[in-house]
């Protein structure tokens, strides 16, 4: 099992440019979550889903945008990007119920400027 | 309000000696989950322990261990014998329905 995969691991965009972080797991765990790292910082939750074709905002949604058409794909659309969206960007998937452990990719590091 | 509270960004302790990381949290859902994660300069994030709101015991995983104070709503990680690759960022967690929430961490210094 590759686990959780996330791909770039790294990218620069300019102001007002939009992109695709993608998000694959093999585990075939239907709860699958974006969040981000700001240096320094713990873990923001941007979405989740708790299965094909279910998602919901978490505290920091704004600028983002989710769709889950598949249980093994979880894609993050920033749509505008802005220098406050200058992180690093995890996405985690989980079974349902205890003990509720979430299995992390290795995050993207972007940089907007 | 804070839901995961970490007061100690940094702590130093002597290898081979135990250490406890602080962690408060903020819930009026009488289900929940408090985790602790530690995330090496590498930049993954390592899962560690986990204890649920309904568990009577503490929990405990290896070196790791949970103090859960439900009254006081604390969730003190303990380190027994630490290491020198304990030495990383340590984060605590909570889950609350769906929703998983951070605290802001607390680096820890493993000193030879």
């Known amino acids: 099992n590759a686990g959780v995969t996330q791909t770039p691991k790294f990218r620069i965009l300019k102001i007002g440019q939009s992109m695709t972080l993608q998000c694959a797991q093999d585990?075939?765990?239907?709860?699958m979550y974006w969040y981000r790292q700001d240096p320094g910082m713990g873990l923001k939750l941007i979405y989740y889903?708790?299965?094909?074709?279910?998602?919901d905002k978490g505290e920091v949604p704004n600028g983002y945008n989710v769709s889950r058409s598949t249980t093994e794909d979880f894609p993050l659309r920033l749509e505008l990007a802005a220098p406050s969206q200058t992180s690093v960007y995890f996405c985690?998937?989980?079974?349902?119920?205890?003990?509720?452990?979430?299995?992390f990719g290795p995050g993207t590091r972007l940089t907007v400027t | 309000a804070q839901k995961i509270t970490q007061t100690q960004p940094g702590m130093f302790v002597q290898e081979k000696e135990a250490v406890t990381l602080d962690c408060t949290y903020d819930?009026?859902?009488?289900?929940?989950?408090l985790f602790w994660y530690k995330q090496p300069s590498s930049g993954e994030m390592i899962f560690l322990i986990y204890?649920?709101?309904?568990?009577?015991q503490n929990a405990t995983e290896g070196r790791y261990s949970l103090n859960f104070q439900k009254a006081r709503k604390s969730a003190n990680l303990v380190i027994s014998a630490s290491q020198l690759g304990d030495s990383a960022m340590y984060f605590c967690?909570?889950?609350?329905?769906?929703?998983?929430?951070f605290g802001s961490g607390t680096k820890l210094n493993v000193k030879p």
């Open positions: 889903s708790v299965g094909a074709g279910i998602t």
């Open positions: 819930t009026s859902d009488p289900s929940y989950g």
């Open positions: 585990m075939n765990h239907n709860y």
């Open positions: 967690a909570m889950r609350e329905a769906n929703k998983f929430y």
């Open positions: 985690a998937s989980r079974l349902q119920g205890p003990p509720y452990e979430q299995y």
């Open positions: 204890q649920g709101s309904y568990d009577q």
